[in-house]
């Protein structure tokens, strides 16, 4: 069987549940890279709609990840609320030193949760799965905070999602992914201009 008809009979298996949470997940990101606020309601249904179906699949870590990503989704709704249609909640930065720590704690924690979450001998898989578990975790904190380089961690955590997509022949999913890693280009382009903007505009103390 060719990948053309794999895709063919994935698309024709899913239902009607998963293809209104893929909708919605591809407006999340569409809207999240444009800083429209309405994103976090679209990832509110989208991933209250992939809890459900990771725990009907008996996938406990995805499921417990969708869960989380409900709660930032009420999180970023707020959050992206604070200031003034004059001042909205601005796009930030963080340093170096902030991203190196953030890393090295997020990898430690990668290898234990592989094993835990593995029901026999730990693969590659386990640890990749693992990672990007952890990663997306931190990884839609910083968004919620509008700090640029969430878009840089996700284009990293979009390229590993397609290859494990890939590797359990989840075609579907892994395309999905590769429009994600598009997104997190334009998203960080996008955010980069505004954050450029931002700093031009504001006063210099003299």
Not at 143 to 151: D, P, R, S, T, Y
Not at 154 to 166: C, P, Q, R
Not at 177 to 198: P, T
Request: charged letters at 10%.
């Amino acid at each position: 069987m060719t990948v053309s008809d794999t895709l063919i009979q994935q698309w024709q298996a899913q239902s009607p549940a998963e293809i209104v949470a893929v909708i919605l997940a591809i407006g999340y990101v569409v809207m999240a890279a444009r800083q429209i606020r309405w994103c976090w309601p679209a990832a509110f249904v989208s991933t209250g709609i992939y809890t459900w179906l990771y725990w009907e699949n008996a996938l406990p870590l995805q499921s417990l990840l969708n869960a989380y990503y409900l709660v930032m989704a009420v999180y970023g709704w707020w959050r992206w609320q604070q200031g003034t249609q004059q001042a909205p909640l601005a796009v930030s930065r963080r340093p170096v030193g902030f991203h190196l720590l953030a890393i090295a704690t997020l990898v430690l924690m990668v290898p234990p949760l592989a094993i835990i979450s593995s029901e026999g001998p730990t693969t590659t898989l386990n640890y990749v799965d693992a990672a990007i578990t952890v990663f997306s975790v931190f990884t839609t904190w910083l968004v919620a905070q509008k700090v640029l380089e969430n878009w840089i961690y996700w284009f990293v955590i979009n390229s590993a999602s397609m290859w494990l997509n890939w590797q359990v022949e989840m075609y579907l999913s892994s395309l999905l992914m590769l429009m994600y890693l598009s997104m997190s280009v334009i998203g960080y382009i996008s955010w980069r201009k505004d954050l450029d903007n931002h700093s031009i505009m504001e006063p210099v103390n003299s």
